[in-house]
């Protein structure tokens, strides 16, 4: 790992936040890439092995257990938390770790049961923390409960303006715990590649590339894109490679992408003090609305808050009044394995490993809480009306 001065005051900023120590954090171009080195570091240890996930999410956090030899099993998810639940249930007698994503940002209240489960079983807990950046389960102590901490400063992440980037933190807890895995993870993050200068282009070009997508005709999108992919002049969010269940090496994070990061971080507190807010408004108007129910009562800077509705009809009509108004409305993880694989097999996933979020995927909007208080108001207008109770003749 090459330590730049900004690398070091990113990750004091890191530390800072999250009440840590900077020298726990490791830097990276991706998320996935630092997720990818710490599955290997799984798989030099301990040989081929399951891994415990869940399938609502993007398969980007299940890419790199395929790429480091392992196996993915699949939980299914609470429907209040839309988080892996019942992991004991699950395991195997090759499971070697449990990664537990934050979706949303709703912290999963059962990380500290998991957590005693990990320590009896000797399994490695995961903290998928790309959807809340600097936030982590903690004990009373206000101490990381995970043993490894993924966070991100991606593309539609927390923070807006930032679109690479990605931050593992290692818990030294580890290493009383499984010294032989904690030096090894630690080699694997110390040693991630350099970016080759083509992908470098494509990162400071990618701003460029998108705000001419966001301009030019609807009808001309696609070609535009299918263009810029065709010449490998694009890095999009997730890849045709990451879709046939790939991902490029493990890449340590550009100068140019911690700059970014760097001077944006300080934003966050702002970021989430908004957010909040958006959040208490949403629970307060939308408690009692007819044909969908609040997700979650979670009082978290949510990345979005989730609402689910009765049926998938109902659920594309509040989607599609919303976004001709103007409102980017994400379907969060719709499909399942966002945004779907080329090849199922080679993810080794059935349906009936997860019949809740079989059925929610499909029912859940997700609503931006990144709005000011005023616009908030105008998205609940529009989509109460959507949703009065159907009148019967």
Known sequence: MITTESNLALRKKLANYSNTDASDWYLCLKARYGMAAVYKAVFDVYGSSDVLTTPYTCITSVNPILVSYLKPIYADIDPTTL??????????????????????????PEMKKISKLCKEKNLLLVEDSAHCLGRMAVNSKKEPIADISVHSFGVEKVLQNTKFGGAIYVNPALKKKDPKLYDKIINHLLNLKEVPRSLDLKIKA???????????????????????????????????????????????ITE??????????????????????????????????????IVSDSEDPLLAFPIVFEDVRRATDAYVALAS??????????????????DNRKYEYNPKMAPIAELMHARVLCLPTNLTTTQTKKLISILLPVNKPVQKN
């Open 325 to 342: 108004s103007g409102f980017f409305i994400r379907r969060w993880y719709s499909p399942l394995l966002y945004p779907g694989p080329t």
């Open 206 to 252: 990618y701003r460029g590339e998108n705000a001419i997508l966001q301009r030019i005709p609807n009808r001309m999108q696609n070609g535009f894109r299918n263009f810029l992919l065709k010449t490998k002049a694009y890095e999009p969010a997730v890849t045709p490679m990451e879709q046939r269940a790939n991902q490029l090496p493990s890449y340590a």
């Open 83 to 108: 988080s892996i639940t019942d992991a004991s249930k699950h395991l195997t007698k090759r499971t070697r770790a449990i990664c537990v994503q934050h979706t949303l940002g709703i912290i999963n």
């Open 256 to 293: 140019f992408a911690t700059e970014v990061a760097l001077k944006h971080i300080g934003e966050l507190s702002g970021n989430y003090a908004r957010r909040a807010e958006n959040v208490k408004i949403y629970q307060k108007y939308l408690q009692n609305a007819h044909d969908f129910h």
